[in-house]
């Protein structure tokens, strides 16, 4: 065998050797991991953290002096849920029949001038202590709406939980001076609709009995507190439907007991709602 064949055979082993170590050493790497796929590749997108605040109001309900900006349609009331939650309705069909009937013996007129109209010189300061507990009428309601109430002494409700009758929505209450307003206590009868639908005539320890009498509020949320303003409803309802029942025979129950009238576009909203309970 010449030397040129000889050299030619030499290198076609040297690169047969070769191959096959890369082959070796790269099932070996494959094995051991080391060539894997992509890590982020592989990986899914990461995760937002959300966090859901809530808070409450030292602050006095606001004034209702203004009407509603503008007739609203009630049942677009943001649809917001039926939830079925502890605030949502305890209405029965004879609660609702009780409500029709008493609804059909209140007056209907139209409303009065709203000439006059002042929140504390006709139904006195927010909040008064009317049952003479030692707590205002504002620490009573939250204590009774909020869950999990944490107090200041024996009446300061510094913190709870509200799950709003008007949405369903869960708020943590928290008081002081940026948070409290996010917890209100709404009227259910508000207090200008009263006085231009019969509280003009009443006594001034029958308008204060009215602002605080515990059937006609409740805590709710701020947005839906400042939504509804002073209207009746033919204007607003609850966007949580599940309560509309309640929230009604709430106020057919204050009017009649405080000897005040409806509307005619009033009656008929509350009379459809009824109906429907």
């Not at 677009?76 to 609804?103: E, F, G």
């Not at 000439?115 to 006195?124: I, K, P, Q, V």
């Not at 209450?173 to 709404?186: A, C, E, K, P, Y």
């Not at 009746?232 to 009649?256: G, M």
Request: aromatic share 4%; glycine share 8%; proline share 5%.
């Amino acid at each position: 065998m010449t030397s040129r064949r000889r050299r030619r055979t030499r290198i076609s082993l040297t690169s047969v050797l070769v191959v096959l170590a890369l082959a070796v050493g790269g099932y070996a790497l494959d094995a051991t991991g080391v060539l894997g796929p992509d890590a982020d590749a592989a990986a899914g997108p990461t995760a937002v953290a959300t966090a859901t605040v809530g808070t409450e109001s030292d602050a006095p309900e606001p004034s209702r002096a203004s009407s509603p900006t503008g007739p609203t349609d009630p049942t677009a009331a943001t649809d917001a849920t039926d939830a079925t939650d502890p605030t949502v309705s305890t209405s029965t069909d004879t609660d609702a029949a009780d409500a029709r009937a008493l609804l059909a013996t209140l007056p209907v007129k139209g409303k009065a001038a709203g000439t006059g109209y002042d929140r504390t010189g006709e139904f006195g300061s927010a909040w008064i202590d009317v049952d003479h507990n030692g707590c205002d009428t504002r620490n009573d309601v939250l204590a009774r709406d909020l869950s999990g109430i944490v107090r200041q002494g024996p009446c300061k409700v510094m913190t709870g939980t509200l799950v709003s009758p008007y949405t369903g929505a869960t708020i943590d209450f928290v008081r002081g001076n940026t948070t409290s307003t996010l917890v209100q206590i709404d009227h259910v009868v508000a207090l200008e609709n009263a006085w231009r639908t019969g509280a003009q005539q009443l006594s001034q320890s029958e308008r204060e009995a009215l602002a605080n009498d515990p059937s006609n509020l409740f805590a709710v949320d701020g947005r839906s507190n400042s939504q509804k303003r002073s209207g009746d409803a033919a204007t607003w309802l609850p966007a949580n439907k599940a309560f509309r029942c309640t929230y009604i025979e709430h106020q057919v129950s204050v009017k009649a007991e405080y000897r005040l009238w409806v509307v005619p576009a009033e009656r008929d909203a509350m009379e459809r709602v009824l109906g429907a309970c």
